[in-house]
């Protein structure tokens, strides 16, 4: 990766030097020409100034002293003077007369060539007879008194000028050098505000891809960038917006989902849950949490592990299902429910399939399977928050349909808290399953067809006889008085045994109904009781059935009067009785302890208990009905209190056609004291002897409504 910053400074450098370069060059060679014309310039005016002076002398007797004049010249001018005869140096300036013979031949020098074809030359050369570069200039010249026609030669130092024009020459490269800095210089300024400037734009778009879309673009004075940074703000302003809408309508959609009643749960492609609201996280609470499980985990089901890979291969294009998925019963519990299955189809997309399961804790719920198509799936930020929909486009630094860590304004996390937490393994949300627990319908529904089945039964035969007996006496107008009568009192009795069955199922309906709760007003217990034990005295004179009452010390005064005879007493004279109040209503009481009373007396053996516990363990008073019958067997404990529900014992259909019981009243009793906030069982003898025992608990009244 290259910097474009190091390729603008290069470049820049490349082309100052190319336009400095050519400059200094044509400089520093217009220069040394100049310095070379002026120096030959010189040179021939010192030859000509020369010449003139060597003319003004007297005549020279011999070239002895020429020469000695030449040496005096250079003396006094630093000008070398040289007079050359036939070729041959006659007199030189820097070489002593008498070596002059040993030189070498002059005759073929440029310049004395030149200067022997009449022309003044100028020369510049290294001197192979000093050992020195020298600027000559030549003429052949006649004015020399006393010396014959020659060429008159003078020598000038090349060093002054070539030291000259290297003083020029650096001078000139230390002006090109600055020259050349200065404009990098200048050049890497410019430059540096530029990118300083990109830089800017560079944090502010990695912001905006961080998240933070309320950051945007400086603004700049460059016609050239206007136009971008105006796009990228653009495109900020516009993605917070739809940032912001899509946060408004995930938590919109995130309220509605944690408000659902029904258990909703998206699969990504491999079955694992990668999103599950409240509702469906309380179907499971020992699985908790069950985000990022799979789905055989939570839900170990064949039925619902065929359904879901049925959607994802349909989804594929691997199978096609000729049967419209919200018709398929996946298990036995389709056929025997199938209302359950079109409440869970119901407003779900025509791409969903319906089952009813029964789970691993004996729940039973209700499953629709929908496969969510491409457009409606993302990759999910946040387990839970996760929903179905799709951004368009991928945000910067995300992937596509990946949501910001922050928003602006707020910190990472700073989603709707189902959106917070961090990408669970398996990807996006591919299948969604709605689940409704349908078990307490289930069970509501097997109670009615059960009630619906004992009912028929129950009135099957007394409709029976009543029938029977009214056609007889119809079809027999000869029927003697007698027989008349008698089949009369039948048709009455069964008559009163339906009266009694429809006041039950009445008094058990009340007690059932959701909305006929009774008053949670204060009632005297023990008075209750009483008050219900004396509306048996008739059937124990009767039966000689012995009736008990135990009421403990200074609760409520004792009812011997009532009672059967020989009837024991808690209670102590000159202690001044207080009623002992519970949480309910007078009719509530007498409802229970009539039930419980009755079937004691039918099937007590003789002998009743029923005892008063001011405050047990629990803080509740309870109140004890003991018999000394047959019992109960272990068996049938929990389901005594079932309606219709009665024990096999020997002569049990006579006893029952005898006593008229339709099987409702301990269910009654069930339905009231649960209502009163209570507890009722049915136990075996604390003392290990014969009967059962029936213990009823009852929250004591506040203590705001206990008297004084």
Not at 80 to 109: C, F, M, N
Not at 351 to 364: D, E, F, R, Y
Not at 574 to 583: E, F, N, S, T, W
Not at 647 to 661: A, I, M, Y
Request: glycine share 8%.
């Amino acid at each position: 990766m290259y910097s474009i910053k190091k390729r603008l400074l290069l470049g820049m450098a490349c082309i100052l030097l190319l336009a400095l370069l050519p400059a200094g060059l044509y400089a520093i060679h217009t220069l040394r020409a100049e310095a070379e014309n002026d120096a030959r310039a010189t040179a021939l005016n010192v030859l000509r100034g020369v010449e003139w002076a060597l003319a003004q002398h007297a005549p020279f007797k011999e070239y002895r002293e020429l020469n000695e004049w030449a040496n005096g010249y250079e003396v006094a001018t630093g000008v070398r003077v040289s007079y050359i005869v036939d070729g041959a140096l006659a007199a030189d300036s820097q070489l002593d007369y008498a070596k002059l013979p040993e030189t070498a031949d002059h005759s073929t020098r440029p310049e004395v060539l030149a200067a022997q074809r009449g022309e003044t030359s100028v020369d510049a050369r290294f001197s192979t007879t000093v050992g020195k570069r020298y600027i000559y200039a030549a003429l052949f010249t006649n004015k020399i008194p006393g010396a014959k026609a020659g060429v008159l030669r003078i020598a000038m130092p090349d060093f002054e000028v070539s030291g000259r024009l290297s003083g020029l020459e650096r001078d000139l490269a230390l002006i090109f050098a600055l020259a050349f800095l200065a404009g990098c210089a200048l050049v890497g300024i410019l430059l540096l505000a530029v990118f300083r400037y990109l830089a800017g734009l560079t944090r502010s778009a990695t912001e905006i891809g961080q998240g933070n879309y309320a950051r945007r673009m400086p603004d700049t004075r460059c016609r050239e960038l206007q136009p971008f940074v105006v796009a990228l703000n653009g495109m900020a302003a516009n993605i917070e917006q739809q940032i912001s809408l899509i946060r408004a309508e995930k938590s919109q959609l995130e309220t509605v989902l944690n408000a659902m009643h029904e258990g909703v749960l998206l699969l990504d492609a491999h079955e694992r849950i990668v999103r599950a609201n409240p509702a469906a996280a309380g179907l499971f609470p020992g699985m908790s949490p069950i985000d990022g499980k799979l789905l055989m985990e939570v839900i170990m089901n064949n039925a619902l592990r065929e359904a879901v890979a049925e959607s994802g291969a349909a989804k594929n294009g691997q199978t096609q299902n000729e049967t419209p998925p919200c018709e398929n019963m996946a298990d036995e519990h389709a056929q025997a429910a199938p209302k359950a299955n079109a409440d869970a189809c119901a407003g779900l997309p025509a791409n969903s399939q319906s089952l009813v399961i029964s789970a691993a804790n004996g729940k039973t719920y209700a499953v629709a399977v929908v496969s969510l198509p491409e457009d409606l799936s993302f990759d999910l930020p946040g387990i839970p928050g996760g929903m179905p929909g799709k951004l368009p486009g991928a945000l910067p630094g995300k992937r596509p349909g990946e949501l910001p860590d922050a928003l602006p304004g707020k910190r990472p996390g700073g989603m709707p808290p189902a959106l917070s937490k961090g990408r669970l393994q398996g990807g996006p949300a591919r299948t969604m399953l709605v689940i409704t627990d349908i078990s307490e319908r289930e069970r509501v529904d097997a109670i009615r067809r059960d009630f619906v089945a004992n009912v028929s039964h129950e009135l099957r035969t007394p409709l029976t006889n009543i029938r029977g007996y009214a056609e007889l006496m119809q079809d027999t107008p000869t029927l003697p008085e007698y027989k008349r009568m008698e089949f009369l009192g039948i048709i009455a009795r069964n008559a009163a045994h339906m009266s009694r069955m429809t006041d039950s199922l009445l008094t058990l309906a009340r007690a059932e109904h959701a909305n006929a709760r009774p008053r949670l007003e204060s009632a005297d217990l023990a008075d209750a009781l009483q008050a219900t034990a004396r509306e048996f005295a008739p059937q124990l004179a009767e039966k000689g059935v012995r009736l008990e009452l135990r009421i403990p010390q200074g609760i409520s005064p004792g009812m011997s009067q009532n009672a059967s005879p020989g009837t024991p007493q808690d209670a102590q004279p000159g202690v001044p009785p207080a009623p002992l109040l519970v949480r309910g209503d007078a009719d509530s009481l007498h409802e229970v302890f009539f039930n419980l009373l009755d079937n004691a007396i039918k099937y007590g053996g003789g002998r009743v208990e029923a005892s008063i516990t001011p405050r047990n363990a629990n803080g509740m008073a309870q109140v004890d009905v003991r018999d000394y019958g047959a019992g109960i067997p272990e068996a049938g404990r929990e389901r005594i209190f079932e309606r219709f529900y009665r024990l096999e014992r020997p002569s049990g259909e006579e006893k029952r056609k005898t006593s008229g019981s339709v099987g409702l009243g301990l269910a009654i009793c069930r339905h009231i004291v649960h209502n009163l906030g209570g507890s009722i069982q049915a136990l075996a003898p604390t003392d290990g002897g014969p009967g059962s025992l029936f213990t009823v608990c009852l929250p004591l009244a506040p203590q705001e409504d206990r008297p004084l």
